[in-house]
């Protein structure tokens, strides 16, 4: 039995997906059992007295859909919508049951296979995006990918509390 082969399929196993693209010049991924699909921005419908990081919703095959722009999400003011700008939608989980969001992004790059060896953990220290956002931080090179931990950084229930907050100030 050739053990080089089984270490070889061992590790491959043990590697995971993630599907990486850029906000202004960092490098962020995703898990790519998340994403359901990759579509191009388009027409997106406001929806009043929302935080600025909802930017609307889309007609997602007769879903509605809302759109998150990751820019404002991590306080970094509105994205600005450019040729390759594109809404990745994913799942994410709200008392345990799936519900899809568009995730509005600069451009997507491509899909990459990360080794656990290639995987760090978030830096104890603050940054451009909240640590608590960051599942790890992926080595390719001499480059670091953001790797996100989408259960925190779009969770529902904050999103929608800062949705709330927001409604009450302007009610006030």
Do not use: W, Y
């Not at 509005?104 to 608590?132: H, K, N, W, Y």
């Not at 989408?150 to 006030?172: F, N, V």
């Amino acid at each position: 039995m050739n053990h080089t082969v089984d270490a070889a399929a061992e590790a491959a196993s043990q590697a995971r997906q993630f599907l990486s693209f850029t906000l202004g010049a960092e490098l962020f991924a995703l898990d790519i059992r998340t994403v359901r699909e990759i579509i191009q921005h388009g027409a997106m419908t406001p929806v009043p007295l929302m935080p600025e990081f909802v930017r609307g919703v889309i007609n997602l095959r007769g879903a509605v859909v809302p759109v998150i722009d990751l820019q404002a999400r991590f306080g970094r003011g509105a994205a600005s919508v450019g040729k390759k700008t594109c809404i990745v939608i994913f799942d994410a989980l709200r008392d345990g049951e799936r519900v899809e969001l568009g995730l509005m992004v600069d451009a997507v790059c491509e899909v990459i296979s990360l080794e656990p060896a290639q995987i760090e953990p978030a830096p104890p220290f603050g940054g451009t995006t909240r640590r608590d956002f960051i599942a790890g931080m992926g080595k390719r090179g001499d480059r670091f990918i953001v790797l996100l931990d989408p259960d925190r950084a779009l969770d529902i229930d904050e999103m929608a509390a800062l949705c709330e907050s927001g409604q009450l100030a302007l009610a006030a």
